[in-house]
């Protein structure tokens, strides 16, 4: 086990949030803005209200709902080898996600994010070692709205053979993922080669299609990222603490809707609040909000679910030491706090833009933070005391066999090299990876089934979009 | 004693207090004061005085947000009350909303408290508004702006869908298309054809000034 901080919150304060939270999930109650939910939740002994799309959530079905998640959640990938299991052990870094820009790396200019934009980037996600789940990072803005989700998974599942994350926002387009995952393994059986992001809409209320999506997905066992953003002083109460309740609130509030759907629905919860700059009005990550995060850690460990916290992410525009302290800082904190997953790579703007180079960067950040926090073998051999006795006063271990020996398992090799300009350093690795590094894509059989699937779905959600208008 | 009333007037904007100043407008209207008198001596003042306050640090967001409420809550009361010709003095008028589909609210609320505190008339038509809905705020208020929030990616063909049925309902030349929110670019804003676009809440107000040709 990596090393660890002390708990943040005290277990006292922990069964207070709890308590709390379950009050205002029975009295205040959710907006989860379709009947669908409201279905379920009445069928579960909630009070609801369908003109409203209100339910109000017992305490005894939360506290029911809790026990059905399970605390270990696989997420798989296309190629089995690659699955990652949250099991509390080690921390699993995801890349960033839904960006709308990108920096395009031979004119340096920011553009809209497009297909090709996503396709580099999935590709670097595919190629470097410390990413472990594959968000779709930038969205392919050049991809007609109703058919951008589908086109986006069929992106993931041809580039990376890793497991593939985004979210899904309506239920009709959640056939066509799961055909696409079918082809792409090429196995009859579904298997669940992605996992999905729910935010809710603070305060209180949930998205009606994106939940109806969620509910299909929890029914297939796709893993959903239980995923609130409410910005402290805005969406959410001013002081830290309120907003850690809120939070819970509505982490707690989908956790319910999907274990009523699907008991044992695999979710990871995902600490997330940040706050509204108060001077610009924008969404922003100050001290404060890792002091939140942080403590929801322990919170999510009260229920006992893996849990997301945030890492490598910058509101900078650039490389630049902004982006080297907020990225170093929180992820550092991720490691010691221990995260299951650490969100998120390759973004800069406050998640906005992808920068090739810095999902570079931010992998060699991901190597050296989880070197920092890696616990020291402490036992005879490696404490090398007789060695010590050996060389004795005033000599050196440079020509010593067991220097030599333990060199290439025990020596951590510098990042960056002495003299180095670590700029040109990513940068050049950058391009190694796009002039070398190629996709394990599925078979040839496996792509042009995937084609079809993502024309059929181009087609047939066009329709439908056309019809809802 | 008009003075005295002007200067509680602009003292409950600068202080947020929504109740405070609608009983002292209630009251200036009883006494015969004139209302123009009170929106151009005490609220606008005040607003004024808000807008320093934040623009110098002094203030912050809510602050901000909490003087406009109460400077809406008082033009509420007078505008009705306005004698013969009489027009309160504004930048210009805009309406805005965030689309359908859509139910995310901060940011089109941020970006309706800066321009009240810039002197522009305010229509917020709320959430999850589609596009014939705009059209309408639109003529019923005979606005000289719309603007339009999205937050999801999803939800950003929606902008085009505003403009279209604004060009459909003959009003493109009549009002200038303002759009923003987290995954808008000004790359975006200029493919669909919006005249205006802002990365945040305190420089939509420059770009709305220069849409209409206001000074800066």
Known sequence: MPRSLMPALTSSEIEHIHERSLDLLERVGIDYQTPRALEVLERHGCRVDYGRTWASLPRKFVEWAIEQAPRVVRIEARDPARSVVLDGRCAHHTTDSQGTRALDFETRERIASNEESLRRGILFADALDKIDIVNVMVAATDVPAHARVVRHFQIAFELTSKPVRTGVLQPEQVPFIVELARAATGEDRFRPIFSTVHCSISPLMHDGPATEACMELARLRVPILLHPMPLAGATSPLPPAGTILQHNVEVLSGLALFQAVAPGAPLVYAAGPAQLDMVSGNYANSADGNAMRLALVDVARFYNLPVNLGGLGTASSSLDAQYGYEASSACLLAYLAGADEIFSMGLLDSSQTLSLEKLVFDNHLARELEIMVRPIRIDEEHLSAELIERVGIGRHYLKRPETLASLREEYVRVWPPAGSDVLALVHDEALEILERHRAPAPPESALASMREIASQADRELAAAAKDAT | ?216
Request: glycine fraction near 10%.
């Open chain 2, 1 to 216: 004693m008009s003075k005295q009333l002007f200067e509680d007037l602009a003292r409950a904007v600068i202080e947020g207090e929504e109740e405070d100043a609608e009983a002292l407008v209630a009251q200036a209207l009883e006494q015969g004061v004139d209302p123009l008198a009170c929106i151009n001596e005490g609220l606008v003042k005040g607003i004024e005085e808000v807008g320093e306050l934040f623009s110098d640090g002094t203030y912050f967001l809510p602050e901000l947000i909490q003087g406009a409420a109460a400077m809406k809550a008082a033009l509420e009361i007078l505008e009705p009350n306005l004698i013969g010709e009489q027009r309160r003095e504004v930048v210009g008028k805009v309406v805005l909303g965030t689309v359908a589909g859509d139910q995310h609210e901060i940011g089109k609320t941020l970006v309706g408290t800066m321009l009240t505190a810039n002197g522009f008339e305010v229509v917020d038509i709320g959430v999850d508004k589609k596009a014939e809905e705009f059209v309408a705020a639109i003529e019923q208020c005979d606005a000289d702006i719309v603007g339009a929030s999205a937050l999801l990616t999803t939800t950003l063909l929606e902008h085009k869908r505003i403009i279209d049925s604004i060009v459909e309902a003959g009003l493109r030349e009549k009002v200038k298309v303002m759009i923003g929110g987290a995954p808008v670019t000004s790359e975006f804003a200029k493919e669909i054809g919006a005249d205006g676009y802002a990365d945040d809440a305190i420089s939509a107000v420059a770009v709305a000034r220069q849409l209409i040709g206001a000074p800066a």
